[in-house]
């Protein structure tokens, strides 16, 4: 029973180690002619770019690390549960609570660091009179902005690779491609909605109230 609870964790330790790995040899050499998983991370790295400047401007550049580590992550755990033997660390919810609990902590951190207690503000509403109600509603929707992250990703990887399993064992020559198709684009997907959502709440906790 303890290597259930411990498979994960392995998975994502090989994660942690092998993808810094991966970029620090592509950044340590970079090729005039770039091969194609060169081309892939700079199209990773431009697009995670791309996102932080339409979000946060200029000001978005300091948290590339962040999103764009976060991504990588997130990517190359929710692959792992297409291939057969190994386990999605993003099918567990330790994992993806985890990840939430940080982007949660971390932009609030950030609002109070900018804003101090002004950034309660926030919480107010548009509506002065109607504040302590406005305050109740968006401290709940707060609260539960971890817990619909981590349970997005983990139901959705966790789908995936139940159907891939059972397919697997019922169709062992032949997996339905469609099926397949499906996973990845979920992979692809639901990396890119953890990335986004990041985003939009720091961009959010750092943004100036006009009220």
């Known amino acids: 029973m303890e290597g259930l609870y411990t ?12 993808v810094p790995l991966l970029f620090m040899a592509l950044a340590k050499k970079p090729s005039l002619i770039p091969t194609p998983l060169q081309n892939i991370f700079e199209m990773y790295i431009e697009f995670v770019d791309n996102m932080l400047k339409e979000q946060m401007g200029k000001e978005g550049r300091k948290f590339f690390p962040l ?54 503000k926030h919480f107010m509403g548009p509506i002065p009179l109607a504040a302590p109600i406005f305050f109740i509603i968006e401290v709940i929707s707060h609260l539960s902005r971890p817990i619909t992250l981590a349970l997005r990703l983990f139901a959705n990887m ?11 064992m019922l169709v062992p020559l032949l997996v339905p491609l469609p099926i397949m198709v499906v996973h990845l684009i979920a992979v692809f997907l639901q990396t890119y909605v953890f990335m986004i959502l990041t985003t939009v709440y720091i961009a959010g906790a750092l943004v100036d109230e006009a009220h």
């Open 7 to 18: 498979h994960h964790i392995i998975m994502a330790l090989i994660a942690l180690v092998a």
């Open 158 to 168: 966790t789908g995936g690779e139940l159907i891939t399993v059972v397919l697997i």
């Open 67 to 120: 999103v764009a580590g976060l991504g990588l992550f997130i990517f190359f755990g929710n692959l792992m549960g297409m291939i057969p033997g190994l386990e999605s660390y993003t099918a567990n919810i330790n994992t993806t609570l985890g990840l939430a609990l940080l982007v949660f902590l971390l932009y609030n951190f950030l609002g109070f660091k900018k804003h101090g207690l002004k950034y309660l």
